[in-house]
Every structure is written in C-alpha cells, then in structure tokens.
C-alpha cells in the first residue's frame, strides 16, 4: 500500500473509532449538537386539556413610547386581579410610572397587596424582561393593606413612587391586588417630581399607538395539564405556548378605547403547565423559543427518586442574555426526570419576548439517536477536514517537488 493511501485508511479507521466511542457513551443532554438534531427531528403534538383561567388582568402596553403625561390605561375590577405594564419614556425629562386605585364607595376600602415586582429601569428591554420574571417567581413579596379613602385615592405600591425612569428607559412592573369591591386601577406616567395623588386628578388620558395592546382580560393565571399522561414510548413530543392555535391568546376590551382588544402573546398571564407522564428511563425537558428572540425564565417543580420535593428557576437562556434571534430552532435544556413524574412548570411571557414557544419532551431513545446522528455529523465534518488538510499537504508537497525539478 502506498504511504498517503495507507495514511488515509488510519484516518478513516481512527475517524470510525471515535464516533463508535461517541455513540456507546452516555449522551449529554446538553450538548449544543445533539440539541439541534433533537429540534429537527419528527415530533408530535402532546394533547393538553382546555385551559382554566382565573382572575383579571389589566395589561398596559400602549402607547408604549409615551410622549406625554397622564394615565396609560385603566378600567374598573373587582376581586383578584394583576396590573401588569410595560413602557418607555420616551420624554426629555425623568419621569415614574405607578399604579393607582380609585375607590367610589362612600366608604374606606381595604385593598390587599399580594405582590409588587418590577425590574430596574433600563434601555435594554430583553434584561428587563428576564428580570422582572425571575422577581416575580421567586417571590420574594410581603402581604399589605393599602387603605383606599371614600371617594379618593391611593398608591398600590408605593415602591414605584421612588424609581425613576430616564429618558429612553424601559420600566416594567407586576402588582397583583385583591379588591374588596369594583375599583378603578390605573397605571399612570408623570414626572418624577409630582405628587400622582395631585397628578391622577387632571384625569389627562393617553390615546393608544397603533399596536393597541393594552386592556382588561380574564385570565391572568392560566391551567393546563397533558390530556393523557406523556409515555416513553411517544417518541419526541412538544408542548405549544402562546402562538393562538392551540393555546389562545386571551380576548378582552379596552375601556378607554371602548373596543374589543386580544393580548397578542398572553404578555402578563402566569401559566401553570402540568406534564403527567408514563413509561421507563429517563424524559429530558427543553424550551425552543419558535417566533424570534426571546428571554425570560421558567419555574420548574417535581418530586424526585427519593420523595424529596424539586424546585429550579431556570433563566432563558441561562448563558447568554436572550436566545432565538433569527433562530426559530434554538434550544434550552431544562431537566432530565424519570418517565412516570409529575413536573409542574410555571412561566410568564416577559414584555418584548416573541413567541410562540415549545416545551419538547425527549425520551432516553430518541436522545441516544440525536447523540449519534450528533457525532457521525462532527466525525464525517472531522474526516472532511483531515482530508482536506492532507491533500493540502500533498499538493503542497508536489509544487515543492516541481520547483525541485525546475
């Protein structure tokens, strides 16, 4: 045998060699090419049950770039209800965005503050997002009573009251409230400066942009749970969020406009996913952002082998600030859980993320296939290399051989 045929035929053999090593070993679920190959495989669509929602929401997200002073949205609730906005001052002044309530009883009313969470004012808007979902799951809030006078006005949190938001800043914030009786809450923006119990009383109302996304909708909290248990023996199957065919985006009104307004990506609602499953070995979990960037975080629970109660707060994506931008097929791997667990998962769409997004479920099987599909793409890559390099070489070595002979 030739020495270069011989040197390729080691090549090949060593090539083989370690692919055949890469495929007997355990995958890593976590392996960035294994991952592509999982969210370009043949999946399913895993059956979930009709959504149960609960509790109003009030969603402030237009005009987004407010110009001018005055209140953002508003309408009268009652009962548990979440005040979720989202906007940028787009002034030349440093200004505040609170949340107000009017109380027209001809009595004091009592409302509770379950939770008040906003990020730090910022321009950049994916930062702002990621953060004000990981305060709110973690839940790092105090209980209140605001005490709102007959005929007046109170703050329902009096922390937004001290932030202030520069010019070009994006401001974020969750206040989660349960009224005694119907009240008028409103988000407001004004300058930093001003008193908002003087200022709410101008009752200067802010026309909507374009997009129109604001209003008043049921459904804060949104419940589903797999129609069927998840089987082991399903292969890939996939979990679809937000895109308005198989989970709708809620529909509500706008009561300053006075028309029918829809929540175009659930921006605000706090699902509670439940992924009941069946079967042996082990399911791996993973969020693939499909409609562009996206960057929040996802609470995940289960109980493990030892009956001990789990329970992570995973950033999306956990190694970078945002993921999906002009990549429908980015991955995040969330856990590995045996078949037969119960896992629980919450998540907020943030203000600014796209979606739809997928929750896919990859039994051990169609893992160890992505693995090896994963290393007989980097070994025939390595080979392709190798024998470039070498006919490089040879070529190389021709031309020395030439100018030799010259």
């Given at each position: 045998?030739?020495?270069?045929?011989?040197?390729k035929?080691?090549?090949?053999?060593?090539t083989?060699?370690?692919?055949?090593?890469a495929?007997?070993?355990?995958?890593?679920?976590?392996?960035?090419?294994?991952?592509?190959?999982?969210?370009?495989?043949?999946?399913?669509v895993?059956?979930?049950?009709?959504p149960?929602?609960?509790?109003?929401?009030?969603?402030?997200?237009?005009?987004?770039?407010?110009?001018?002073?005055?209140?953002?949205?508003?309408?009268?609730?009652s009962?548990d209800?979440?005040?979720y906005?989202?906007?940028?001052?787009?002034?030349?002044?440093?200004?505040?965005?609170?949340?107000?309530?009017y109380?027209?009883?001809?009595?004091?009313?009592?409302?509770?503050?379950?939770?008040?969470?906003?990020?730090?004012?910022?321009?950049?808007?994916?930062e702002?997002?990621k953060?004000?979902?990981?305060?709110?799951y973690?839940?790092?809030n105090?209980?209140?009573?605001?005490?709102?006078?007959?005929?007046?006005?109170?703050?329902?949190?009096?922390?937004?009251?001290?932030?202030k938001?520069?010019?070009?800043?994006?401001?974020?914030?969750i206040?989660?409230?349960?009224?005694?009786?119907?009240?008028?809450?409103?988000?407001?923006?004004?300058?930093?400066?001003?008193?908002?119990?003087?200022?709410?009383?101008?009752q200067?109302?802010?026309?909507?942009?374009?997009?129109?996304?604001?209003?008043?909708?049921?459904?804060?909290?949104?419940?589903?749970?797999?129609?069927?248990?998840?089987?082991?023996?399903?292969?890939?199957?996939?979990?679809?969020?937000?895109?308005?065919?198989?989970d709708?985006?809620?529909?509500?009104h706008?009561?300053?406009?006075?028309?029918?307004?829809?929540?175009v990506?659930?921006?605000?609602?706090?699902?509670?996913?439940?992924?009941?499953?069946k079967?042996?070995?082990?399911l791996?979990?993973?969020?693939?952002?499909?409609?562009?960037?996206?960057?929040?975080v996802m609470d995940?629970?289960?109980?493990?082998?030892?009956q001990k109660?789990?329970?992570?707060i995973?950033?999306?994506?956990?190694?970078?600030?945002?993921?999906?931008?002009?990549?429908?097929?980015?991955?995040?791997?969330?856990?590995?859980?045996?078949?037969?667990?119960?896992?629980?998962?919450?998540?907020?769409?943030?203000?600014?993320?796209?979606?739809?997004?997928?929750?896919?479920?990859?039994?051990?099987?169609?893992?160890?296939?992505?693995a090896?599909?994963a290393?007989?793409?980097?070994?025939?890559q390595?080979?392709?290399?190798?024998?470039?390099?070498?006919?490089?070489?040879?070529?190389?070595?021709?031309?020395?051989?030439?100018?030799?002979?010259?």
């Amino acid at each position: 045998m030739k020495p270069m045929k011989f040197f390729k035929y080691i090549v090949s053999i060593l090539t083989l060699t370690a692919l055949y090593a890469a495929a007997a070993a355990s995958p890593n679920p976590n392996d960035a090419d294994t991952m592509n190959h999982i969210v370009n495989a043949h999946m399913g669509v895993i059956a979930m049950t009709e959504p149960v929602n609960k509790g109003t929401l009030l969603f402030s997200d237009s005009p987004e770039y407010p110009e001018e002073s005055g209140i953002l949205y508003g309408d009268k609730v009652s009962g548990d209800c979440r005040m979720y906005f989202y906007h940028v001052n787009q002034s030349s002044i440093p200004r505040k965005i609170v949340v107000v309530a009017y109380n027209p009883e001809d009595s004091d009313q009592e409302v509770i503050l379950k939770n008040c969470q906003y990020a730090q004012p910022s321009t950049e808007y994916y930062e702002v997002g990621k953060e004000l979902s990981m305060l709110y799951y973690e839940g790092n809030n105090t209980v209140n009573k605001v005490t709102v006078p007959a005929h007046g006005y109170a703050l329902l949190g009096n922390r937004l009251d001290n932030v202030k938001v520069l010019p070009d800043q994006l401001f974020s914030g969750i206040v989660d409230i349960e009224l005694p009786t119907a009240m008028y809450v409103s988000s407001m923006i004004l300058p930093f400066t001003d008193n908002p119990l003087l200022f709410v009383r101008k009752q200067l109302y802010l026309p909507s942009d374009s997009v129109q996304l604001r209003g008043t909708f049921w459904g804060k909290d949104r419940y589903i749970s797999t129609l069927i248990p998840y089987s082991s023996l399903d292969g890939i199957g996939y979990i679809r969020l937000a895109g308005d065919v198989l989970d709708r985006f809620l529909v509500g009104h706008d009561a300053m406009d006075n028309r029918v307004s829809k929540n175009v990506g659930n921006y605000g609602v706090n699902y509670t996913i439940r992924l009941r499953t069946k079967g042996t070995g082990n399911l791996h979990l993973y969020f693939n952002p499909m409609g562009g960037e996206y960057a929040g975080v996802m609470d995940l629970s289960y109980t493990d082998a030892q009956q001990k109660e789990v329970r992570k707060i995973i950033e999306l994506p956990s190694d970078r600030l945002s993921m999906g931008k002009d990549n429908p097929y980015a991955m995040q791997y969330l856990d590995t859980v045996p078949a037969g667990t119960d896992v629980i998962m919450h998540m907020m769409p943030p203000g600014a993320a796209n979606l739809p997004v997928r929750i896919i479920v990859v039994p051990d099987k169609e893992l160890q296939k992505a693995a090896d599909d994963a290393a007989a793409q980097r070994a025939l890559q390595e080979k392709i290399r190798r024998e470039a390099a070498l006919a490089a070489k040879a070529k190389e070595a021709e031309k020395a051989q030439e100018m030799q002979s010259v």
